[in-house]
């Protein structure tokens, strides 16, 4: 699948319109896989072709993030999965729907518990973060930094 600009020309530092693409998974055992893939793939693009920066770091925490989140959205709703990817300056958003309209929680930390992590993973590496109802299903978003802070915060994130 294409990236598609809806600016035609320059990096995206000169045009405040995101860029974006969209996936339509499946929802079967590849999906997450694919997802992966699809999530690597746009954000490389971005670099080789346009220049956008995109650190390691965040490289990985983008595959981490659509990994998990594709990975709820197959564990507790039936059917199709889409995934947009869209970056506006130095943020990509990851944007799953689902046909669930239960929203997600994260639970109590409970370093006792096996699985069921993937939203605190989620919510701990994203600098943005939320969970809508739609019409059918719900709607699930999280920002993350394409650069490393100068200042040596992770991600963006502000040092603790």
Known sequence: MESVPL???GPIARHPEPWQVSAALTGDGTCIAEARHF???FLTRL???HGIPVTARAMDLTQLVVSELVTNARKYAPGPV???LRVTGTVVEVVVWDSDPVLPVARAADAGRVG???LEIVMAVAQGFEAQREPVGKR???RLAL???PNGAV???LPV
């Open 116 to 118: 069921q992590h993937g």
């Open 39 to 41: 999530a690597a793939d």
């Open 140 to 142: 699930i978003t999280a």
């Open 7 to 9: 600016g035609e020309e």
């Open 147 to 149: 650069l490393d802070d």
């Open 82 to 84: 889409l995934l947009d």
């Open 47 to 49: 670099q080789t072709e």
């Open 155 to 157: 991600a963006g994130r």
